[in-house]
């Protein structure tokens, strides 16, 4: 591959790569890239791109998100209706707290309940089909 700067020759190599996006830096290791090797210049696969323009927009959407929830938030994490969060919340199947008459959750133990329900149900699933 020849540079697209100088015209020298580019050469493969795997490196690490830091982007940095809004004062967030992400890291990516072992990537290949293509260094040129008379000017340094560098280019990247376009599907690398692509692949790390994706991974910084996902950090940012992550980082956006409240720690703290409402009903509707959790609904909408968990693609459940409102009415499910409150039930779920009020017999304490969901992590939650009231402040005053609202109900609150934090996401991080929200997210840990719904990994742990999927076990639970993962596991009770292995048997019915056997019994008769
Ligand atoms: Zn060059």
């Not at 009415?83 to 939650?96: C, D, E, F, I, M």
Request: aromatic share 8%.
């Amino acid at each position: 591959m020849e540079c697209y700067a100088c015209g020298g020759q580019m050469k493969k190599v795997h490196k690490d790569i830091e982007a940095n996006w809004k004062g967030r830096t992400v890291i990516f290791r072992g990537l290949e890239a293509w260094v040129c090797q008379t000017c340094g210049e560098q280019a990247y696969e376009a599907d690398d791109a692509r692949l790390m323009q994706n991974l910084i927009r996902a950090t940012e959407l992550d980082a956006d998100r409240p720690e703290v929830m409402n009903v509707e938030e959790v609904a909408d994490l968990l693609r459940v209706s409102n009415q499910t969060v409150y039930n779920l919340a009020r017999s304490g199947k969901l992590p939650a707290a009231k402040v005053g008459r609202e109900w609150r959750f934090r996401r991080d133990e929200i997210l840990a309940a719904l990994s742990k329900g999927c076990q639970e149900e993962g596991a009770s699933q292995e048997t019915p089909f056997y019994r008769v």
